[in-house]
């Protein structure tokens, strides 16, 4: 592999853009409205990096991870995956392309089939794909998965129901893992976890991308645990993009409002500390998806909006080396 080669993003989108039909409004349903849930978010995944998406509920956080796995068609823009444009990618193809980019979901019980026992359930994309033809044929591979991912190989045997959440969840991991993937799209994997499992699951994706190689899209709306994995972040809000850079530029200099505000919110353990802090408190209304207002997407909750705010939207700049933001008061 050359230099240029190695440099190269695995996984690139530009001017990614996805609307849903909303409906129809006016006395006589003349109105079509369209839920605008991603709007012109560019963004790249280097070989091997883990890139942090975060946002709160209903920023389009999951709806980038499934465009980018062609769960979800694309209203506009493009995705490319080692280069090659895998926007419309439909048939074979598809299928071919999905060997090499898989999915660990939110709820690892509501991901797994509970009919199904855990060799089954793994060892069903090596059946799917062709690499293997019988379940017998795959017992020595998911057990290595098992065993990868920290579970007993008796696990096999077993069905969902008999394993706690964080148990789940590095089933569902090894899954994800038995067609032996570049890129994951890790959607929420530890939010739905108690505490004291998280770092466990988070700590098990950073030695699998170490041993493994991988690639992870890391989406989450916990600051806290986007730092341990990312080495960057990207701040979406509203379907709009509003900060990318390294993780210690986001934590230690911010340069979006919303950014503040999400820091903001992050506790601290010491109680002096946390009263005397500054707060950013997301006041007002989120904007409404299917009727979004001109200008800025954070202009009705930002303390800092002005005129222009309101009528012209920000475009993403460098503010800093390394460091982008969408805002026209930083």
Not at 69 to 95: A, M, N, S, Y
Request: overall charge positive; proline content about 8%.
């Amino acid at each position: 592999m050359s230099d240029s080669d190695a440099a190269a993003p695995l996984l690139e989108i530009d001017h990614l853009t996805v609307h849903f039909p909303g409906g129809r409004s006016g006395f006589w349903g003349q109105e079509r409205l369209v839920v605008h849930a991603v709007d012109n978010v560019s963004l790249a995944v280097m070989p091997g990096e883990t890139l942090g998406l975060v946002g709160e509920s209903g920023s389009g956080k999951s709806t980038i991870g499934r465009a980018i796995l062609r769960q979800l068609p694309t209203t506009q823009g493009r995705i490319r995956f080692r280069g090659e444009d895998i926007t419309k990618v439909t048939g074979e193809p598809l299928r071919n392309l999905r060997r090499h980019m898989q999915m660990v979901f939110q709820d690892p019980y509501a991901s797994l089939n509970p009919r199904q026992r855990v060799i089954d359930i793994i060892s069903e994309p090596l059946i799917v794909h062709g690499l293997a033809r019988h379940r017998k044929d795959t017992a020595a591979k998911v057990a290595d998965l098992l065993q990868r991912v920290g579970m007993p190989a008796d696990a096999a045997s077993r069905y969902p129901h008999a394993f706690s959440g964080g148990q789940r969840q590095r089933i569902g991991i090894a899954r994800a893992l038995a067609l032996s993937p570049e890129f994951i799209v890790a959607d929420e994997p530890v939010s739905a976890l108690d505490v004291s499992i998280r770092a466990q699951v988070v700590n098990l994706l950073m030695d699998l991308q170490r041993d493994c190689g991988l690639t992870y899209l890391f989406i989450a709306h916990d600051l806290a645990t986007v730092r341990h994995i990312s080495r960057r972040i990207a701040i979406l809000y509203a379907g709009k993009l509003m900060e990318l850079a390294d993780r210690d530029a986001i934590y230690e200099r911010p340069r979006h409002p919303y950014t503040e505000a999400l820091l903001s919110a992050i506790p601290i353990p010491d109680p002096v500390a946390q009263r005397n802090r500054r707060r950013l408190v997301n006041d007002g209304e989120p904007p409404d998806p299917l009727h979004p207002l001109p200008g800025c997407r954070y202009q009705s909750r930002c303390p800092y909006a002005t005129a222009q705010c309101r009528s012209v939207e920000p475009p993403l700049e460098q503010k800093a080396p390394g460091q982008w933001a969408a805002c026209w008061n930083r």
